[in-house]
């Protein structure tokens, strides 16, 4: 089947597949929001009215306007959360009909879908900033083609540096996205052009922005130690963030493996050497980095995050250089497209099963704060392994969820649980302030009188703890 044939038949699925993610973000928004970094930026973003910026990543601003805009004109809580969790996804579908209607690269937005097949908890943490770079780092492509072929229009130039500048202002691995684009787009072009030029030129640019001025730490803490590294190095095949990729090997990363393999023997064949240098080296290169950077290993969403953009290299590679080299013959090009729909639906379907367990923690917090409010209480405090007991899902982020889940029936229904260390100090005077909430354990003391009463409204008292029994929850006295 000719290639322009078989992925103008695949544009159609990548349009239902963008909408139903659309439609899951929209009905899932509770679950997507209410959970950790999307619930703290959401809470500042209410509370001061403002658009908060972490780290220097400036690209945040983008998937924040339309919450800011409905916060600003007081729109109901429910209404600004499903707008928060809509955003990010219609920013993914409008990098997808840019890079298939405007740009005419249909493969860019084949690969854009192709991240689902290793989605899953990550679209509950729908902040995720790799997530964002699987939609522009596709595009950046598209646009470095496009000027290749001599479209050097002003508004083209003008769409690849905004592009760029947001996929880089957006979390550090961006850097390898954008150098493995140039790296490509140079073989593939047999010259180091103009528009290379320019990208790599932006990027070291960007580079030095960001160093002159200073890391973030949480920029810092994708740098391992001299003694991490030895250690990493050392127990490679035994390491937590290893084991992640062993589980979910046949479920996630099983067929993106063969597409690799896949390419690399095409390569050979063709005596594509340097394709096929890139290939290997820059996946198996950032697959071992990965590795050691998160030995420590993490829960389902950060390991998901840790490994997606190993989709974006296969996939580039894949669907740009071999499919076209398979679609001189039918049966493997039309075999491996099927496979290709077929799990991307099947990806679809998972997300919305994955919902299971946030569903069920945001309807236990409901529980709990009907109880309270009945009782006139509204400020409760639970230990750790209480929690552990409680929640299925069990983070950092428990006050500020709580707050918003609650708020959204109307901000005097406000009820904040915040989760403490089992041994805390049960004489600490904080939680006897009536004028005191507890949001997140490195930045305890926040003002009860400060938060936006158009939204939130605690009244002022002291903390209760919840307490678990055989018959449901009491509140207690902390001493």
């Given at each position: 089947?000719?290639?322009?044939?078989?992925?103008?038949?695949?544009?159609?699925?990548?349009?239902?597949?963008?909408?139903?993610?659309?439609l899951?973000?929209?009905?899932?928004?509770?679950?997507?929001?209410?959970?950790?970094?999307?619930?703290?930026?959401?809470?500042?973003?209410?509370?001061?009215?403002?658009?908060?910026?972490?780290?220097?990543?400036?690209?945040?601003?983008?998937?924040?306007?339309?919450?800011?805009?409905?916060?600003?004109?007081?729109?109901?809580?429910?209404?600004?959360?499903?707008?928060?969790?809509?955003?990010?996804?219609?920013?993914?579908?409008?990098?997808?009909?840019?890079?298939?209607?405007?740009?005419?690269?249909?493969?860019?937005?084949?690969?854009?879908?192709?991240?689902?097949?290793?989605?899953?908890?990550?679209?509950?943490?729908?902040?995720?900033?790799?997530?964002?770079?699987m939609?522009?780092?596709?595009?950046?492509?598209?646009?470095?083609?496009?000027?290749d072929?001599?479209?050097?229009?002003?508004?083209?130039?003008?769409?690849?540096?905004?592009?760029?500048?947001?996929?880089?202002?957006?979390?550090?691995?961006?850097?390898?996205?954008?150098?493995?684009?140039?790296?490509?787009?140079?073989?593939?072009?047999?010259?180091?052009?103009l528009?290379?030029?320019?990208?790599?030129?932006?990027?070291?640019?960007?580079?030095?922005v960001?160093?002159?001025?200073?890391?973030?730490?949480?920029?810092?803490?994708?740098?391992?130690?001299?003694?991490?590294?030895?250690?990493?190095?050392?127990?490679?095949?035994?390491?937590?963030?290893?084991?992640?990729?062993?589980?979910?090997?046949?479920?996630?990363?099983?067929?993106?493996?063969?597409?690799?393999?896949l390419?690399?023997i095409?390569?050979?064949r063709?005596?594509?050497?340097?394709?096929?240098?890139?290939?290997?080296?820059?996946?198996?290169?950032?697959?071992?980095?990965?590795?050691?950077?998160?030995?420590?290993?993490?829960?389902?969403?950060?390991?998901?995050?840790?490994?997606?953009?190993?989709?974006?290299?296969?996939?580039?590679?894949?669907?740009?250089?071999?499919?076209?080299?398979?679609?001189?013959?039918?049966?493997?090009?039309?075999?491996?497209?099927?496979?290709?729909?077929?799990?991307?639906?099947?990806?679809?379907?998972?997300?919305?099963?994955?919902?299971?367990?946030?569903?069920?923690?945001?309807?236990?917090?409901?529980?709990?704060?009907?109880?309270?409010?009945?009782?006139?209480?509204?400020?409760l405090l639970?230990?750790?392994?209480?929690?552990?007991?409680?929640?299925p899902?069990?983070?950092?982020?428990?006050?500020?969820?709580?707050?918003?889940?609650?708020?959204?029936d109307?901000?005097?229904?406000?009820?904040?649980?915040?989760?403490?260390?089992?041994?805390?100090?049960?004489?600490?005077?904080?939680?006897?302030?009536?004028?005191?909430?507890?949001?997140?354990?490195?930045?305890?003391?926040?003002?009860?009188?400060?938060?936006?009463?158009?939204?939130?409204?605690?009244?002022?008292?002291?903390?209760?703890?919840?307490?678990k029994?055989?018959?449901?929850?009491?509140?207690?006295?902390?001493?």
């Open positions: 089947m000719n290639y322009d044939r078989l992925t103008s038949r695949l544009v159609l699925f990548g349009h239902l597949c963008m909408a139903a993610l659309l899951l973000a929209v009905y899932f928004a509770e679950e997507r929001v209410l959970l950790i970094d999307s619930a703290y930026q959401l809470f500042h973003d209410i509370n001061h009215e403002s658009i908060l910026i972490n780290d220097r990543r400036y690209s945040m601003v983008l998937s924040q306007l339309l919450p800011w805009l409905l916060i600003k004109l007081h729109v109901p809580l429910r209404w600004v959360i499903v707008a928060y969790s809509a955003g990010f996804v219609v920013m993914a579908y409008g990098c997808y009909i840019l890079a298939v209607h405007v740009l005419k690269k249909r493969a860019m937005g084949l690969l854009m879908v192709f991240s689902l097949l290793a989605m899953r908890a990550t679209f509950f943490h729908c902040i995720s900033e790799t997530f964002q770079l939609f522009f780092a596709p595009l950046l492509y598209a646009c470095l083609e496009s000027l072929e001599g479209r050097r229009s002003w508004w083209l130039w003008a769409l690849t540096v905004l592009v760029e500048l947001a996929a880089f202002f957006i979390h550090p691995v961006s850097i390898f996205f954008i150098a493995f684009i140039a790296l490509h787009r140079w073989i593939d072009s047999g010259r180091f052009g528009p290379q030029t320019v990208c790599v030129t932006l990027l070291v640019a960007c580079v030095a960001k160093m002159l001025g200073g890391q973030s730490g949480h920029d810092e803490s994708f740098i391992p130690t001299v003694e991490t590294l030895s250690y990493a190095v050392q127990h490679f095949f035994r390491l937590n963030s290893i084991q992640f990729f062993y589980i979910h090997f046949p479920d996630f990363y099983l067929f993106p493996f063969l597409l690799w393999l390419t690399l095409g390569y050979a063709r005596r594509k050497w340097m394709r096929f240098v890139m290939c290997f080296a820059f996946v198996t290169g950032f697959f071992v980095m990965s590795v050691v950077v998160y030995w420590k290993g993490d829960g389902p969403i950060g390991m998901e995050r840790t490994y997606l953009p190993l989709l974006f290299f296969i996939g580039l590679v894949f669907l740009h250089d071999e499919l076209p080299a398979l679609c001189r013959h039918r049966v493997p090009a039309v075999t491996v497209c099927a496979l290709y729909v077929l799990l991307a639906t099947v990806s679809l379907v998972r997300i919305g099963v994955s919902t299971r367990p946030y569903a069920n923690r945001l309807a236990e917090i409901g529980t709990i704060a009907a109880q309270a409010r009945a009782e006139g209480q509204h400020k639970v230990t750790r392994s209480t929690a552990e007991a409680i929640f899902v069990n983070i950092w982020g428990l006050a500020l969820e709580s707050m918003l889940y609650t708020a959204r109307g901000a005097e229904n406000t009820v904040t649980i915040y989760m403490e260390d089992d041994d805390f100090d049960r004489q600490d005077p904080l939680y006897d302030d009536t004028d005191a909430y507890v949001a997140v354990n490195w930045w305890k003391r926040w003002s009860v009188d400060e938060l936006n009463p158009h939204y939130f409204r605690l009244p002022a008292q002291g903390y209760l703890e919840l307490v029994t055989e018959e449901g929850y009491r509140l207690a006295p902390l001493r």
